[in-house]
């Protein structure tokens, strides 16, 4: 692999890397799980796997024609998963920590499912964001698509020894690390708006 073909890859990586923030949601599994048995946080785990990566992976894949049978332009697609980026990348900024849909700590049979597949790991900047990078042809299709499978073993790997980590790192290297994601996801959030604004601007 040339040094051109590796950065175009970590273009598309290190934007869903950030975005799907594996790191910052394994320390919400490793809250959420506390009371689980291993066998039970491994079936969480498998079920964020799946059911977190079919959902990108068939937005990556139909994303588009979606959104040309709804008529809805990937500009507009551009400044709404910018706007919704930006909105998350705030709160991981002030917050240290991803947005939470639920603070229940009660043993959930369908916790991978709700709320790790989705919204955390494929929520709407994810799934905004696959349809963006997939727009440019048939390689950057596989792109995304190598880089969703490899962020999703790292997934299970975290999630499996989020436990190990948490204590060996610290709540507040974690939340320092989900803040320095936020700033990052901010500022792809802005460069979408900007370039969905150029093309808007070239198209009147």
């Given at each position: 692999?040339?040094?051109?073909?590796?950065?175009?890859?970590?273009?598309?990586?290190?934007?869903?890397?950030?975005?799907?923030?594996?790191?910052?949601?394994?320390?919400?599994?490793?809250?959420?799980?506390?009371?689980?048995?291993?066998?039970?946080?491994?079936?969480?785990?498998?079920?964020?796997?799946?059911?977190?990566?079919?959902?990108?992976?068939?937005?990556?894949?139909?994303?588009?024609?979606?959104?040309?049978?709804?008529?809805?332009?990937?500009?507009?697609?551009?400044?709404?998963?910018?706007?919704?980026?930006?909105?998350?990348?705030?709160?991981?900024?002030?917050?240290?920590?991803?947005?939470?849909?639920?603070?229940?700590?009660?043993?959930?049979?369908?916790?991978?499912?709700?709320?790790?597949?989705?919204?955390?790991?494929?929520?709407?900047?994810?799934?905004?964001?696959?349809?963006?990078?997939?727009?440019?042809?048939?390689y950057a299709v596989l792109e995304v698509l190598a880089s969703l499978a490899i962020i999703f073993i790292i997934v299970i790997i975290l999630f499996l020894s989020g436990t190990k980590i948490s204590r060996a790192i610290g709540d507040k290297s974690l939340k320092a690390v989900t803040r320095i994601f936020g700033l990052i996801?901010?500022?792809?959030?802005?460069?979408?708006?900007?370039?969905?604004?150029?093309?808007?601007?070239?198209?009147?």
């Amino acid at each position: 692999m040339d040094i051109n073909n590796f950065i175009a890859i970590a273009k598309v990586f290190i934007p869903l890397f950030v975005v799907i923030d594996p790191i910052g949601s394994m320390v919400l599994f490793v809250s959420m799980t506390s009371s689980y048995s291993e066998i039970e946080k491994k079936e969480a785990t498998k079920d964020a796997f799946v059911y977190g990566l079919i959902i990108l992976v068939l937005f990556t894949l139909g994303g588009s024609i979606l959104l040309e049978i709804m008529g809805i332009s990937i500009m507009s697609i551009q400044i709404a998963g910018g706007i919704i980026l930006l909105i998350m990348g705030v709160e991981m900024v002030r917050e240290g920590d991803r947005p939470k849909s639920t603070g229940k700590t009660y043993k959930n049979p369908d916790l991978g499912i709700v709320p790790f597949a989705t919204p955390l790991l494929a929520g709407p900047g994810a799934i905004s964001l696959v349809i963006i990078l997939a727009q440019s042809g048939f390689y950057a299709v596989l792109e995304v698509l190598a880089s969703l499978a490899i962020i999703f073993i790292i997934v299970i790997i975290l999630f499996l020894s989020g436990t190990k980590i948490s204590r060996a790192i610290g709540d507040k290297s974690l939340k320092a690390v989900t803040r320095i994601f936020g700033l990052i996801v901010a500022a792809f959030a802005i460069q979408f708006i900007i370039d969905a604004v150029k093309l808007l601007a070239l198209t009147i």
